[in-house]
């Protein structure tokens, strides 16, 4: 199954990234934004020139050509403000993990929230995933908080899951079913 290129919801296109078209916008965000975006992301460290940001969405590319996930760009009228990926879908079990991110200057107006949930909802009417996971450090409090207010349901608690700075960090295991009260558009709410 090819992974959809575009994506809409009420105010956001969703579209998969590619290097060749996006490279400059998406370095560029992440550069504008990379005290913020450092504070949960290690990969934001080996984002230090344009290359590496033209490498990390080759390789998005590849995972995307190979029907297993990818890396979808949130544009606002304003441009790319943020990212939603899945992360290698395990097709036997019907099961991804999550991640996001949105830049500071555009949080706290839904775009985020607004992003997961279609990408959720692609997950499961279109992809038929029956498990979508998240995991996020345990100081996210933001980060859970959206999760939660999607009827996602915490699972747990991952230590030592990422090393961050020289430190190594917990992480909250976040899971919504397909069967966890999803209907449609409307998800359940906190």
């Not at 959809?4 to 400059?24: C, F, I, M, V």
């Not at 940001?53 to 050509?65: H, K, N, R, T």
């Not at 997950?123 to 999760?147: M, P, T």
Request: charged share 20%; aromatic share 10%; glycine share 10%.
């Amino acid at each position: 199954m090819d992974m959809a290129e575009d994506l809409k919801s009420e105010r956001l296109s969703l579209r998969l990234l590619h290097s060749e078209e996006d490279g400059e916008e998406f370095f560029a965000l992440v550069k504008h934004d990379r005290k913020a975006l450092g504070q949960w992301l290690p990969w934001v460290e080996t984002m230090r020139n344009l290359d590496a940001c033209m490498a990390f969405l080759d390789a998005s590319e590849i995972q995307a050509g190979m029907s297993n996930g990818g890396l979808w760009g949130l544009f606002a009228p304003q441009g790319l403000i943020g990212t939603v990926a899945l992360h290698w879908i395990q097709w036997d079990h019907l099961s991804a993990s999550i991640g996001y991110w949105l830049d500071s200057k555009h949080q706290g107006n839904g775009y985020a929230r607004e992003g997961v949930a279609r990408l959720v909802q692609y997950s499961f009417e279109d992809l038929g995933l029956h498990r979508v996971e998240a995991s996020v450090a345990v100081n996210n409090l933001r980060s859970a908080h959206l999760l939660l207010s999607l009827g996602f349901q915490r699972e747990g608690l991952r230590r030592h899951a990422e090393r961050l700075h020289g430190e190594f960090l917990d992480h909250g295991a976040f899971a919504i079913l397909q069967s966890d009260g999803y209907t449609g558009n409307h998800f359940p709410t906190v």
